[in-house]
């Protein structure tokens, strides 16, 4: 497992140092898989978890907003 971390670590500052972003896109899909909740999320990443959520027509729990009865 260290090593597994280890590795990791290293790969994210081969890549430029952002470990950021697939943090938010590993958090987004267990929100919508319903296996975490928003109020679990970290705080430094919760705004882009939201705006995420938001862009794919989910609210904070993963599920889509009501939509109004076609007519």
């Known amino acids: 497992m260290i090593m597994l971390r280890f590795l990791l670590w290293i790969f994210g500052f081969w890549k430029g140092g952002d470990m950021h972003m697939p943090m938010v896109t590993v958090t987004v899909a267990l929100i919508i898989a319903g296996r975490r909740k928003f109020s679990d999320v970290p705080a430094n990443i919760r705004d882009e978890v939201r ?12 599920k889509p907003f009501p939509t109004e009865p076609a007519e």
């Open 51 to 62: 705006a995420d959520l938001l862009a794919l027509g989910l609210d904070e729990n993963g």
